[in-house]
Every structure is written in C-alpha cells, then in structure tokens.
C-alpha cells in the first residue's frame, strides 16, 4: 500500500439473501481513501453507496453478507490491517476510536435514554483509560468545538430537548471524541434545513483540518459534494461508474450517468430553460441489466456491446476513470 | 388582470396543549395575490408556516382570522355548492406520496374517486378516458388496477398528481411535490408539472425548502421566516438582488453543483436555528440572527413590506424608514 493511503478497498461484493432472490448491492467496487482528503460517494437510492461503507466497518446484519474483497486500513506506519478479516475484538478497537461514523438521522442515532454527555463519554471512556471526571470535561470541550452554546447546560440534555442541528452536532462530537483517522459521514445532512446544513458542512470541514481526518462522505446531493469533497466516486446500481476529482467531474463528466445527473440538478446560477432527466428507473439488483449496467437508460447505448460486456473503469487522463465503452474499447 | 387568489392579513393560530394562552403561530399575517397562469414559490426552512400556508388557502384548514378570496369569492365563507365547487378549482399534491394514496384502493379507484363525485363521466368509457390521462403523466394500461405498493416513488407521485388534476383544476398547491424522490426522477415530475401547467392555464403555488427547484419553477417567489413573508419579488430579480439578510443566508446556503463558483462566492452566514413559533422575538422576527440589527429599532418595532421596486418587496429596516 502507498504510504500516504489510509484505506484501500478493493473488489468489494456484497449481497443480500432475500425471499425474492439475491440482491446483488454492491459489486466490485474498488475506491481509496488518502490521509487528509474528503472522498465522496454520491448516488441515487439504492446504488449501494450506504452498504459500502457500512460493509467496510463490518456493519452488514443478515441477510447481507460480504462476499469477497479487502478493505486494508492502516493504523500506523508499520501496521495494515485487513477490516475484513480481523478479529472482532480488534474490530471493535477501531470502531469508534480510529474509525467513526455519522449517520443520517441523528434522532435515531441517539439513544433518547442517555443525555448527550453520556454518548460522549460513553465512547471516550469505552477507548481510553480515563477517569468519568476527565471524560466529561473533555466532552464540554467537545460540545464547545462541535459550536453548541452553552455546554456545561446541553451535557444534560436529552435528545428529545435539543433541536435537529444540535442533535448532529452532538453526533458529530461523539464521533470525533477519540480523533478518529477517518470519519464515515452518511447524509449527514439530508434532514437538515439549508442554512443548518451549510453550518454543519462548515464544521466537518473545519474538524476535518483541525485533526487531518479523512472524511469519506456519502451524499445524494451534488450541490453539497461540490462544496466540501476533494475527490468523487459516482456509484450506479452497486458499482463505481466513474471517478476523479471533484473539478475535473463537475467540468469534464465523461460517464452518460454523470452527465444526465449533473444536468438534471437546478443551479440557481444558471438560467435553466429545461432540466434534461434520466428515463426508465434505477434497476432491481436482483437481476442487473447485462453489461452495463447503465445501458437501458443511456442515450448512447451501442447494441451488441453495451448490453453484452461490462466495460471496465479505465483512466482517461490522470486520476480520471471512467467505465463506459464510449472511452474504451472493446 | 384580476388576481385569481388573494389573501388578506391571513393568520393560523395553533392550541399549546396545556396551556390557555400560548399558541403557535403558524401564519402570522400575510397578504399575497397569485396571477392566472403563473406559479409562486414559497420558500422556507422547517417551522417557517410554508405547508399551514398552504393548507389555508386550499381551505383544509380554518384560519384563525383573515380572508381568502378564490376568485373573487371569501372561501372562509363558503358551504355546500359553492364549497364542492371551488373544491374542483383547487387540489393539492402533497409532499409524500407514500402516504397520501390510499394503499387500499386501486390506481383506478383512486382516480374514478373525483370523478364520480362531480359525475364527469359515464362508467362504460371510464377505462379509456384513464388510460389516455395514465399515458399522459407517463404512466400506462398496466399500472392501471395495481395498488400504490406496487408502484416506484416517482410512480406513486405520478398518480398523485394525476388525481389532482384530473378535473381540470385552476388552482394547484404543491406541497414539496418533489422532496422525496431522487434527482433524476425529480427532474423527471418538474418537467411533467410544467407542462400540465401549460396545458391546463393552471396557476400553481409552489411550496419547497429546496431554493434551486423553486427557482426553476417559479415566476415569482416569496421568503417565508416564521409564519410571516419577509420578501416576495420576481424569481430572477430575487436571487440577482436578495434584498432581506434572511433571504441573502438562505441563498448563500444553497450548494450549488459546481465546485469552483460554489468555493469561489461571498456568503452571509448566519448563526442557530430558527426560533420557536410560540415564542416569536418581538420587533422583527429575525432580529436574533441577523447579522445587521441595530438595537433600539429591530428588536422593538416590526418592519412592514414596502415595495421597493416594481414588483419587490421587503420587510426589513434597512430597506424602509420609519
């Protein structure tokens, strides 16, 4: 593994064994997170970009289970290991101390029994030899950087007292108690309001500079991957379709995805005469389209081809890849 | 031209449970006139008053005081006749459309509902007459005795709107018609909703805390903050010349999907959350957040919407004098 890499997946399959067959939720996907970036995964419903990361930490309840593939994460300099294989004790050692996870409802991500204070301290103590004392100053300080006024009086509040906004702030401190190397954020905002969600995204920016975390964020708003990532994986139907960083896909899209996602986002920059839209829905997982996976909806679809192999990702220009047949030849 | 709806000073007051005094207020005040054939945004955040606005003017709910007026008529007055037909006049789609179907009737039960009540129809080419509509909103002939767990989100919205503009309405509210589906699909019933508006001269109210899907559907747009408007004006107009310090938050709030103009611009920030509607702040409702509030002014008297350019008001202190 390169040295300034921190998280290497590769070929990650998962599927979940349903009544009504096998859902293939995640193929093949391969991505990497270097140390200090925001990588995002930005998708629709249902193309496995929250499976991924939930696979990656060992969060997949039966009936999914992770088939094959390697999530190699370093710990330090001389210590790699497998998220994979490792053994559970070990797991649970990462888990909330070198990896940390935001999730999308931050109502439900609280237990509603315990105050803020006690998630806080809970995780804090659960990693580190201190005393209940020390940990729960240590969350006032944390409350005070996540920016919620007056934390001496909100380490005592329940979640039901506190509002929406704060709740992820709370989320958000918890998961940074233990300076984590790498946050998984999971729509951290999607159930905020804007100007909320534009002082959140400020936040995870800034902790993320402050402790040179990496971020992996998933999102199915393209507004906020421009804003924060460094770098973008579009899934489509389980599977990385393209990749780059975060300029060279907003001005250069090359996948027929990419592109009909971007156009079909209002900008209110722009006077917009007629949003372009995708036909047709995203596809069942239990039996993908053939080839591609894209091609029963892609405007450039080459009968024979697109429908008969799937095309691999390849690299246009430097760190761009793309799997489309239209950049790579058969 | 006559306007086709008009609100006069309308307010909802909600009950406080246990208390006898408090109350929510939901809409606090507002006046508007809606154009035949054009649509108007009402932008918001969570506990702005958009959706209760919204209720009100379809008389789903009963204001607390204030009149509206559908062409011409106080629909807080109507009964009976008048009240069925003004009900033809103005529907609704709401937000979800996983609850606002019926999961125990049919497709076509769900659409032969308005139907039958305002007798359009006779039931031997009832069949026909829905598959051309169904075909219309991109639906077809199979979806048509399916019931609404077997349809897509998008597809559930689809029939969603079909039903409310199966009679032919002149006035449509859209309660965040599109907030709970994806883009692509999202892109998809915008573009439906424009067209049906051109074909049927339906005037729309368009409800959304999405700023970018209210700017491209929308003629005009109004700024919602606590049940009360702080700015209302042409769509283009107000996003080149936000004029209201909440407005201007808003906007600069908006992530825009384009990584070098969205790092590259100036944005007014503004710090916590809405407040509570049952404890609104005295004087200007904004006065805790705003980053411009002069003391002594502000935080005592309320600011009124004052036109400050053709067709652009706003309801701030710095824009009008005492």
């Not at chain 1, 996870?101 to 237990?111: C, G, H, T």
Request: net charge positive.
């Amino acid at each position: 593994m390169k040295l300034d890499k921190l998280l290497e997946v590769r070929n990650l399959d998962v599927r979940f064994y349903t009544y009504a067959g096998v859902v293939q939720a995640v193929s093949n996907v391969s991505f990497d997170v270097y140390e200090g970036e925001i990588i995002a995964l930005v998708g629709e419903t249902g193309c496995g970009k929250t499976v991924t990361t939930r696979a990656i930490t060992r969060l997949i309840d039966p009936p999914g289970r992770v088939v094959s593939g390697s999530a190699l994460f370093k710990r330090n300099e001389k210590d790699v290991v497998d998220l994979l294989k490792i053994s559970d004790d070990e797991l649970r050692n990462i888990r909330g101390n070198e990896i940390a996870y935001v999730f999308q409802d931050p109502s439900s991500a609280l237990n509603p029994l315990y105050t803020a204070g006690h998630h806080i301290v809970e995780t804090i103590t659960s990693h580190r030899n201190v005393s209940k004392k020390a940990a729960s100053s240590e969350a006032i300080r944390l409350l005070r950087e996540v920016l919620i006024p007056h934390p001496e009086a909100r380490i005592k509040n329940y979640p039901h007292e506190l509002s929406g906004g704060m709740r992820q702030r709370v989320v958000i401190a918890t998961a940074i108690a233990n300076h984590p190397k790498l946050l998984i954020a999971d729509e951290p905002t999607t159930n905020l309001d804007v100007t909320v969600q534009a002082q959140i995204l400020d936040l995870i920016k800034e902790l993320q500079k402050k402790y040179g975390m990496s971020v992996i964020l998933i999102t199915h708003n393209l507004g906020v991957v421009a804003e924060v990532a460094d770098r973008v994986y579009i899934m489509y139907a389980g599977k990385v379709v393209e990749y780059s960083d975060v300029y060279t896909i907003y001005e250069k899209p090359l996948h027929p995805y990419t592109k009909s996602l971007l156009n079909a986002v209002p900008n209110v920059l722009k006077k917009i005469e007629r949003l372009e839209y995708i036909p047709g829905t995203v596809p069942n997982l239990i039996n993908p389209p053939s080839g591609c996976r894209f091609h029963p909806r892609c405007p450039f679809f080459m009968k024979g081809l697109c429908d008969v192999k799937e095309p691999k990702l390849v690299e246009v220009e430097k760190g761009h890849y793309v799997a489309c047949w239209l950049h790579s030849k058969g | 031209m006559e306007p086709i709806l008009k609100t006069i000073n309308l307010r909802k007051y909600f009950p406080v449970r246990g208390s006898l005094f408090k109350k929510v207020k939901a809409v606090d005040g507002v006046s508007f006139e809606l154009k035949r054939g054009e649509t108007f945004g009402v932008v918001g955040e969570t506990g702005s008053g958009k959706s209760t606005l919204g209720r009100v003017v379809l008389k789903l709910l009963e204001p607390t005081s204030g009149k509206v007026f559908f062409e011409d008529k106080d629909i807080t007055k109507v009964k009976g006749k008048e009240l069925k037909d003004f009900r033809k006049n103005a529907q609704m789609v709401f937000q979800d459309p996983h609850t606002s179907l019926n999961p125990r009737l049919t497709i076509a039960e769900t659409l032969m509902e308005p139907l039958r009540e305002y007798r359009q129809l006779l039931m031997e080419d009832s069949e026909k007459f829905l598959i051309e509509q169904l075909e219309m909103v991109g639906l077809g002939k199979q979806h048509l005795y399916r019931y609404p767990h077997e349809l897509s989100g998008g597809q559930k919205q689809r029939v969603a709107i079909l039903r409310a503009i199966i009679l032919k309405p002149k006035f449509i509210v859209l309660d965040e018609p599109t907030s709970a589906l994806d883009v692509s699909v999202q892109a998809q019933i915008l573009n439906m909703l424009r067209d049906i508006q051109k074909a049927l001269n339906a005037t729309y109210m368009f409800i959304s805390h999405d700023l970018s899907v209210v700017k491209y559907m929308s003629n005009r747009i109004a700024v919602m903050y606590l049940g009360k408007f702080v700015e209302i004006g042409d769509s283009e107009e107000i996003f080149e010349k936000p004029l209201h310090p909440y407005t201007q938050a808003l906007f600069s709030a908006i992530p825009i999907p384009d990584p070098k103009a969205t790092r590259a611009r100036k944005r007014l920030k503004i710090s916590g959350e809405p407040p509570s509607p049952i404890n609104i702040p005295p004087g200007c409702r904004f006065h805790p957040r705003c980053p411009f509030f002069m003391k002594g002014l502000c935080d005592v008297e309320e600011p009124k919407l004052v036109e400050v350019e053709k067709g652009h008001y706003v309801a701030c202190w710095l824009h009008s004098k005492k």
